[in-house]
């Protein structure tokens, strides 16, 4: 199966799916890990114009193919904010034969969100944390596949356990 998660940055993506490979066993395929090892090999950076956002993309793109034709299930994690990024998923999911599953997280709440993104420390060597102003201004596109939608300033294990609900879904 192919999981992938969409959702503004803060809204809590890296979180759900990060558990959601604990539980399920499943590698974390993370777009923003390989945009910072692009701009670390000296391959555009914040502010150049060279798209290594969409570069990265199609890195995680080839690497989850690799592992789906091996029969190995997998989760991407990305903001996937634009139809193109989701498009890009179910064609890879019908060329490898297996089930997709949109999740998209949300924050509804402005105060937790932005407090989320201020205090967030990933740890992604050369990664720039976007700001509030950043998410705030960024586009993201009405959805057009099923998918669930997580609040995730519900309880975490609620949200787990309804997470995992829908992943077992025919």
């Known amino acids: 199966m192919l999981i992938a ?3 503004l940055p803060g809204s809590g993506k890296s979180h759900l799916a990060a558990r959601l490979a604990d539980e399920l066993g499943v590698p974390v395929v993370s777009v923003d890990p390989i945009e ?26 080839a690497i989850a193919e690799e592992n ?15 139809e193109p990024a989701r498009g890009q998923w179910r064609e890879l999911a019908t060329r490898t034969g297996v089930p997709l ?8 709440d402005p105060e937790t969100h932005h407090s989320r993104l201020a ?11 976007p700001t509030w102003e950043d998410v705030v201004a960024r586009y993201y596109a009405a959805w ?8 995730t300033t519900d309880d975490d294990a609620a949200t787990l356990r309804r997470t995992l609900g829908y992943l077992q879904e025919p």
Do not use: K, Q
Request: hydrophobic share 50%.
């Open 5 to 7: 998660m969409a959702g």
């Open 101 to 108: 599953r949109f999740i998209e997280t949300v924050c509804p």
């Open 36 to 61: 910072a090892a692009m701009w670390r090999a000296g391959v555009g950076g914040p502010g150049d114009p060279l798209p290594t956002g969409l570069a990265a993309y199609v890195v995680a793109e």
């Open 144 to 151: 057009v596949d099923d998918h669930l939608t997580v609040d």
């Open 119 to 129: 205090g967030r420390r990933r740890d992604i060597a050369g990664f720039v944390e």
């Open 68 to 82: 789906l034709r091996a029969g190995r299930s997998l989760i991407i994690d990305a903001v996937n904010a634009v």
